[in-house]
């Protein structure tokens, strides 16, 4: 199989340390607009060779992993230049906009749009892990849109990656999404900011800081260049889930000022019970 | 030695084990107003005898790890009842009004203030774990408020549990803990709130919950009975703390509502230096 990976970050360099252990006889391209990403990628070996576009025709498999606004312009020229028998996928954490992006492309049938449910806070080829997707939710939009012969193909490598699969229209991935995971970037990237201008003024703060701080404020690591794109793409969503989350604080905020401290420990009572909920959720 | 704790939940129940492990000689004497617990600290193992406040003329050291409202009425009993040689101690989040409640007491010299930095999100005798503090920031107020001998008796636990000792005021510690703490439990319960809500009427939406949302939301399993109280002491700091958080939030949201693209970029790369600062913190 020839996979082309256009962007040897996180992502796509995670999907080549995978393919590669599971399906050895795999020839990896690399794609990427920054060249020394793509001479890490080579020296770390999770790609065979770096490429660009123009060699697209060679390809089995495509698998685009960069930011989302730049998956929308990229996509639909992907598409005009693969073979009929070739299989694109996105890895993006948006969905709506990028199967509309292609909606009528000639080549819809040859695209299958997915969403792995798997991460860290680091980003760069040096990111890439092995068996990240392991155990993961791999969600798929518009299954029904590709091609059966590519879905096969596609399976094949879910599988042997051992992702669990699950299936969502792009309308309800973008809605949910942006309440279990594009919300809980930005309440963590303003608490980073919060805590780093009090820093400003009253020095060595941080000193104070234990692990719970350093796991609400983990993903104010996340790179800038991968969310801003998403936070752009779902904006209205994004813009929802944050409004109700400005209200709930506001919400405990006047419980605080109004001394209803029975408010308050029922609150936290109520939402103990996500104890529950978040089993088999690693942190 | 003879050490006594009230109560032997996760934070007592840690400081017992690791204080068998270290100083074996010790004999250890629980007191706790849930009889369960007694029990399970026992069958545990993390303590040698149940026992009640009427006996604490027996210690030579006793810790108090109780939630910080209930210290604060009985600190000055406990004070009341023990030898002139004997060192008290208390592990809450917060320390202003515990530090006022003893301030003008006949054995305040016998009490040492103290905050180790160190926990998870769990509660209960079962909770308590080996080597919590281990490497853990031990912030201690008003040192020179207590005797020398004690200081000294004190220091030689903290550093047979291989504690870090930082010397703060009572003022500075509740007001720099609110940011770098109680805040994020805050912001942890009320993500958690936000997803549950959205959760009623949107079935499944946990299934797609990655491990950036365990992290964020880990701290909302925290136990409310020690929270609340937590809240309460600290009302002001706590309330300044999350105003500047919920203006932070807005500021993102209307960033977003005016499509500033690169003022959140901006945003998102500035606050990205929390890299460097949470260097050595382990989520």
Excluded at 30 to 46: C, P, Q, T, V, Y
Excluded at 64 to 85: A, F, G, H, M, Y
Excluded at 169 to 188: F, G, W
């Amino acid at each position: 199989m020839k996979l082309f990976v256009i962007g040897v970050g996180l992502i796509g360099g995670s999907f080549c340390k995978d393919i590669k252990q599971t399906m050895p006889d795999t020839i990896i391209y690399g794609i990427d607009s920054n060249e020394k990403h793509l001479d890490s990628a080579l020296k770390i070996g999770f790609i065979d060779r770096p490429s660009t576009i123009e060699e697209l025709g060679l390809a089995d498999v495509v698998i685009i992993s960069i930011p989302v606004t730049t998956t929308v312009t990229l996509l639909p020229q992907v598409l005009d230049r693969i073979q009929d028998t070739a299989l694109v996928m996105d890895v993006g954490s948006t969905k709506q906009e990028i199967c509309q992006s292609i909606a009528t492309h000639d080549k819809r049938r040859n695209f299958l749009a997915i969403h792995p449910i798997a991460g860290t806070e680091f980003s760069g080829p040096e990111a890439a892990v092995d068996t990240l997707f392991f155990g993961k939710t791999n969600i798929i939009c518009e299954v029904e849109k590709t091609a059966f012969k590519l879905q096969e193909r596609a399976m094949k490598i879910f599988t042997a990656l051992g992702m669990r699969i699950r299936y969502m229209d792009p309308v309800s991935h973008d809605k949910h999404i942006a309440y279990v995971s594009h919300l809980s970037h930005i309440s963590s990237f303003m608490l980073g900011k919060t805590v780093i201008q009090k820093e400003k003024n009253e020095k060595d703060i941080f000193d104070m800081a234990g692990s719970g701080f350093a796991s609400t404020v983990r993903l104010a690591k996340s790179s800038p260049a991968m969310w801003g794109p998403i936070f752009q793409q779902n904006k209205e969503n994004v813009i929802e889930s944050l409004s109700e989350y400005i209200n709930n604080l506001s919400h405990f905020k006047s419980l605080l000022q109004n001394d209803d401290f029975e408010g308050l420990h029922k609150e936290m009572e109520d939402i103990n019970h996500i104890k529950l909920i978040l089993n088999g959720i690693e942190a």
